[in-house]
């Protein structure tokens, strides 16, 4: 179902989620598929497949919406281990000046 809303910049067509569409949500969250992946699958934009789990979450519970882990993986692990640090300067790269010497 279409639904079309009035904004600043016009009119604005937002498609409700139909009975089968949350279905299918269901199964591809299950099954892990990344949010990004389920949107292009469904045709949605990502903020419309996290508004929607997060509010079937508020309504049914986390126990068919379980939260998972966030993709993004701390600094220092994996492949990439984060930033180098620099080493400590242990002298001045200047000559003093004339002045205050």
Sequence with gaps: MRIERRSPTGPVEEHAWEADEIYRLNGLWLAGDSIETIGKKMGRTKN???GK???????EGEGKWPVRGSPIKPAGSGKNP???KRPPIKSSTLPPLASLA
């Design 53 to 59: 789990v997060n509010r079937l979450r508020a309504d």
């Design 48 to 50: 419309s497949v996290t």
């Design 82 to 84: 984060g930033r180098r």
